[in-house]
């Protein structure tokens, strides 16, 4: 069994920075892409970061230059360094992954528990 833990959120106020984690935990064979989306109180969840197994990155327009996606796949762990934080940017944070469990194998998509980001004025 496949699990994502992420860790890192908390509560800061706006300028300032965080940096979450999520670290890939189980039996798998390979992590594909893996990605950090958000759900804000009353809104949909939506996409923030992903980051390809060839360490290409796409971000949302809403946090372009500010937040940074990162991977260590040594350690199956992908990181989100966020940066001049803004109100808006609170939300629970929920990392996702796309992980193989064999070589050729298709992969499946994981989501972590989510982890608390709340930015103050």
Known sequence: QVQLVESGGGLVQAGGSLRLSC????????????GWYRQAPGKEREFVALITSVYNTNYADSVKGRFIISRDNAKN????????????????????GEISAAFGALGTRYWGQGTQVTVST
Do not use: R
């Open 77 to 96: 762990t992908v990181y989100l360094q966020m940066n001049s934080l803004k109100p808006e940017d609170t939300a629970v944070y929920y990392c996702n």
């Open 23 to 34: 670290a890939a935990a189980g039996s798998f064979f390979a992590i594909n892409a893996m």
